[in-house]
């Protein structure tokens, strides 16, 4: 898929390898993709007290520029994700669009949260699998990241690499995510 854009957001408590780890992964592969603060400032301090600075603030972007939102997991991060009615918005449209939507370790619960994952194929980190099961995803507990649809998921930070990789494979392709994973020595 040519001119693909995507907006991974990240907020004060973020689980910095997702974050990292996915992006690096990402424009590896040529996706063109912005880290994007929910917040007010660019600076967000993630949940082992890493400092990063995101490209944007999620004030500066048009959404409809995007093609996919990723959202790495962090207790307080997927609490502040879930504290934006902004990102809650543009979460449902994009899945009323079927645009791209991707999260991992706690972040799916902000999907299965506003009802996305109600009879959809999903993972999260094993402290949440219950939780987006209770709100109706068909849980793959064992699988590390889990592709339905327009939906990706994973479990943890232990998980971004295939996370990732899945992101790869839905715009780009299963033979190039497969090189790219061969590149990285995973």
């Not at 307080?76 to 918005?89: D, I, M, W």
């Not at 009879?119 to 109706?136: L, R, S, W, Y």
């Not at 939906?151 to 943890?156: D, K, R, W």
């Not at 090189?179 to 990285?184: E, M, P, Y």
Request: net charge negative; hydrophobic share 45%.
């Amino acid at each position: 898929m040519d001119n693909v854009k995507i907006a991974l957001f990240i907020a004060d408590g973020t689980e910095e390898t997702e974050a990292i780890t996915t992006l690096d992964i990402l424009r590896r592969a040529r996706l063109d993709t912005d880290l994007i603060s929910i917040s007010d400032y660019l600076e967000v301090v993630t949940s082992h007290n890493v400092k990063i600075t995101a490209d944007k603030t999620y004030r500066d972007i048009d959404i409809n520029d995007y093609d996919m939102i990723v959202l790495p997991g962090g207790l307080r991060g997927t609490a502040n994700f879930k504290a934006s009615e902004a990102l809650a918005g543009w979460i449902r449209d994009f899945a009323a669009k079927g645009k791209g939507l991707a999260a991992i370790c706690a972040a799916p619960s902000v999907f299965s949260g506003l009802g996305l994952l109600n009879g959809i194929d999903a993972t999260a980190n094993p402290g949440f699998q219950e939780v987006i099961a209770n709100d109706g995803a068909i849980l793959h507990a064992d699988d590390k990241a889990v592709t339905c649809g327009n939906i990706i998921t994973s479990q943890a930070m232990g998980t971004s690499v295939p996370f990732a990789l899945e992101i790869v494979a839905m715009y780009s392709g299963r033979e190039a995510a497969d090189k790219l994973k061969a590149d990285i020595v995973y």
